[in-house]
C-alpha cells in the first residue's frame, strides 16, 4: 500500500549489444528454487542436480541443440548389429578430460560398472538390459541381453558419461570449480571439451534454494540472466508486457498430466465412464488456469514425439455427449467418488476446476490433499484412491520411455506400480514389445501411433495437458532456448555485452 | 556445581533421545513412501532394494533398531534422497544456523533490552506505547509475513540488502545475515522487551531503588544500575527459552533468504519424507536447545548468588 503510489519502470534495464558474431566471455547466473542433491552422475536423477551434472558431464551420444535428435557426441560414430543386440561406438579421436587427461574407451565401462554397484541408485533399470560393454582400443561394444531400439537414448543418459577412479574431471562443456552445497555451484568453461571452440561462456553460476518469487526480484533488478518457471501472478505479468515479450520461451518438453482412473475398480472398470469423464472435462480452462504455459494432451505423448498422432485431437468438453455414457453405462445419475492430488497449489487450483467441471455431469467429486511422500505412495498402490491426479516425467524422448511404464501390464504391481491406472491389455502389450523390438523407424512410429489410438478409446487416464518449460532471458542472452530434454542446457549460449563485457542499458 | 551440570547434562541427552523417538515414531506412523516421492520411476525391484538399504522394509520395531544401531555407532543414517550419511548433511548445515542463532540471539537483546528500559522508564509516556506496538507487531506477526516483508521492502524496494544468500568473507556475510536474523529474533526481541519492562517496573518499586532515589541518584543510575541488574534473571531466562522460538523461525527465515541452514534442510526433508534426516535435524537441535538453556542456568547462578544454594 505504502509503496502502490510510486509507480516504476519494470520494463527490461539492459539490451543487447548488438554483436554480429557469438562473443566469448562473461557469466551466466541463474538460480533454482530446490538445491543439488548430488553431482555424481551414477545417482543423480533429480532436475536441479542434473543441470550442473549435464553441463560437467558429456556422453557417447547427445542432443541436437534445441532437438531431440540424437548426435554424435563423444563417440564419432555408432551402429547397430542386425539382430539389434549389439551397439558398436567409435570414439571421437583427441577426447580428453578437463585435466587433459585422455578419455579412455574403458572409462565408459567402469561408470556403467558403478551405477550396478550402487544399491540404491535408481538407474538400476537402464542398466538391467546390457549384458556386457567391451572396450577395445577407441572402440565400445555394448551387448544388450534383448533387442531395444530405444537404447541409443540410454547411451546420452548422463550416467553413462566416462568416469576414472578418484577423479572428478569433467568431461563435459563446463567443470565445477567451487560448490558450497545450498548456497550456489560455479562452473567454469573447460578448455580440453571436444567442442570448446563453439562454447562462449565463461562461467555459469546457478544459486540453489532461491523461492521463485524471489528470483523474479532478482532477475527484475539484474541480479540473474535467466528466470524460470515464475509464479503465476509474475508468469500473467511479464507475458502481458510488450517490453518483455521477446525474452519469454516456452517450450513443450517430455511431459504429460492428467488424473488415473484404476481401471480395476468401479465404476472406472467401464470404458464409458472413462471416457465421460474425458469428455466432461474443459481443457481448455486447465490451460488458461495454467497461464497458457501448456498444451491440452490426447494421450501420454507429448508434442513431436516420434510415434504421436498429431491427427488425434484432444477430447471435446461436452457435456452432453459425457451424460449419455454415463447414462449408457447405468450412472445416469452419477456417482460419488474422492480424488486424490498432491498438496500443491497449481493442483488444487487444478482440482477445483475439474471438481466444479465433473459436477455437471452429475459425478460428484470430493478432493483428498496428501503430502507429496504419501501421495506418490498411495498412486503407486492398487489399493490407493483409484481416481488421483497423475502425471508423467520421461527419461529420454522416445515413447517408449512414456508407454512401457506407464501403460505396460509389466509395470504393474500391487504397491510400486508405475502404471498408475493399472491398465493391462494384451493387444497393447504386444505392440510395445514389438515396436521396442522394432529398428525401422518408420515402422515403430506407426506401432506407437496404433498405441496411441488404443489408449486415447480406453482412456485409463483423464488425459489432460502438457506443460510447458517457461523461461525468460534479458536481452544480452543470445543463442538460447529452453531444452526439450535437459530443460536448461547452456552449452552454446552466449552474452551481447559491449567490448568492456558490461551490460548496455537500453 | 559439577554434579548439577552432569546432572543436567543427563536431562539434555534424554530430552534429546525422547524428541528423536517422538519424531521417528510420527514419520513411521505416516502412510507415505519416501522412495515413491524420490524414485517415481523406480521398478519393483529397485524400489524393494531401495526400501531394504534404508530398513524401510521393516516394522516400526525393525526400522528403530536400525536407528539405535546405527546411533550406537555415531551415525544418524543416511538421507534417502542424497544417499550420503545424516551426519555429513548436519555437519554442512549446522554451522549456517549457528551463525543465524546467535545473529538473532545477539540482535534480540540489543534491540529489546533498551527498548524495555525505555518504556518503563517513560511507562505510560509515547516511548512506552511505541514499544507497545512493536512488541505487539513482533509477537502476533509470524514470521514468514515479517521476513517476506523485510525482503520485499527492505531488500527489493530500497535495495539495502541482498534478496537473501549466504553471502562470502566476513562483511558480506553480515550483510547478507541482517534480514534473515531479524526475521528469527522478531518475536524474542518483542517477548523480551516485555518482560523487562514489566520486571523493571517491578523493581523500581523495590525498596532499595526508594532508598537510591532518597539517597539522590540520578533516574539514569537508578534505572541501570540497581533495576536493570535485578531485572537481569528473569531477562536471561526468556532469553534461553527463545532458542525454542528460533528454530521455528529459523525454518522460515533460511527458507525465504536462501541460507543454507539446517531448517531449510528440514524443510525439504519433510516435503520428501526424508526420515533419517528429519530425525538427525531433530536430535541435533534438541540437543542445541537443552545445552544452550543449561548454559543460560549457568548464567542466571552467576548473576543471582540466591540460586547457587
Known sequence: ???????????????????????????????????????????EYDEISAYVVHAVHDTLLGYEPN?????????????????????????????????????????????????????????QPFVANIASVAATGRELAFTLRE???????????????PQRANSDASSGP?????????????????????????????????????????????????ELDVAERLALPDYLWVTAQPAWQPFVHARATMNAYGSRMNVRHKPFDDRRVRQALNYALDKQHTLKLLGGAAVAAHGILPPGMAGRDDELAPYPHDVARARQLLAAAGYADGFDVEYMIPSDEEAERLAGSLQRDLADVGVRVRITELAFASYAAALASANGPAF???????????????????????????????????????????LLDHARREQDEAKRAALYRRAEHILYDDAPWLWDYHQEMVEITQPYVRDYEPHPVWLRDYTYTWLDLDANGERVAP | MIALVVRRLGWAILVA?????????????????????????????????????YCLDRGFAGQYGCFLAHLARGELGESVRAGRPVTHVIAERAWPSLQLALAAIVLQLAVGVPLGVVAAARRRRWPDRATAAVTVLGQSAPPFLIG????????????????????????????????????????????SARTLRSDLIDALHADYVRTAR???????????GHALRNALGPLASITGLSFGLLVGGEVIAEYIFAWPGLGRELLLAVLDQDGPVIVGIVLVSALAIALANLAVDLVQLRLDPRLRE
Open chain 1, 1 to 43: 500500500m505504502l509503496f502502490s503510489c510510486s509507480p516504476v519502470e519494470r520494463g527490461p534495464s539492459y539490451r543487447a549489444a548488438g554483436n554480429a558474431t557469438p562473443r566469448d566471455g562473461g557469466t551466466l547466473r541463474f538460480a533454482t528454487y530446490g538445491q543439488i542433491v548430488t553431482l555424481d552422475p551414477a545417482r
Open chain 1, 67 to 123: 532437438g531431440t535428435r540424437l548426435v554424435p557426441h563423444l563417440a564419432a560414430s555408432w551402429q547397430v548389429s542386425p539382430d539389434g543386440l549389439v551397439y558398436t561406438l567409435a570414439l571421437r579421436d583427441g577426447i580428453a578430460y578437463s585435466d587433459g587427461a585422455p578419455i579412455a574407451a574403458a572409462d565408459f565401462a567402469y561408470a556403467i560398472d558403478r551405477v550396478r554397484r550402487i544399491p540404491d541408485s535408481q538407474l
Open chain 1, 147 to 161: 533387442p531395444d531400439a530405444s537404447f541409443p537414448y540410454v547411451l546420452a543418459m548422463t550416467f553413462t558419461a
Open chain 1, 174 to 222: 563446463f567443470a565445477v570449480e567451487r560448490w558450497d552445497s545450498g548456497v550456489r555451484v560455479v562452473l567454469r568453461k573447460n578448455q580440453h571439451y571436444w567442442d570448446a571452440p563453439h562454447v562462449h561462456l565463461d562461467a555459469i553460476e546457478m544459486r540453489e534454494n532461491v523461492p521463485r518469487d524471489v528470483q523474479f526480484l532478482m532477475f527484475e533488478r539484474g
Open chain 1, 388 to 430: 488421483a491426479k497423475a502425471g508423467w516425467i520421461a527419461d529420454f524422448p522416445d515413447a517408449a520411455s512414456f508407454l512401457d511404464p506407464s501403460f505396460g501390464s509389466r509395470a504393474i504391481s500391487d504397491d510400486g506400480s508405475t502404471n498408475y491406472a493399472f491398465y493391462a491389455n494384451p493387444e497393447l502389450d504386444a
Open chain 2, 17 to 53: 533421545w525422547f524428541a528423536a523417538t517422538a519424531t521417528f515414531a510420527a514419520i513411521a506412523a505416516i502412510p507415505s513412501d519416501p522412495v515413491r516421492a524420490i524414485a517415481p520411476h523406480a521398478t519393483p525391484e529397485v524400489a524393494e532394494r531401495m526400501r531394504a538399504y
Open chain 2, 148 to 191: 517476506t516483508l523485510f525482503l520485499y521492502v527492505l531488500a527489493y524496494r530500497f535495495g539495502w540488502f541482498p534478496l537473501g544468500g549466504y553471502g562470502s568473507g566476513f562483511f558480506d556475510r553480515l550483510w547478507h545475515l541482517v534480514l534473515p536474523a531479524a526475521t528469527c529474533a522478531a518475536p524474542g526481541v518483542a517477548y
Open chain 2, 214 to 224: 532518597a539517597k539522590g541518584l540520578s533516574e539514569r543510575r537508578i534505572v541501570i
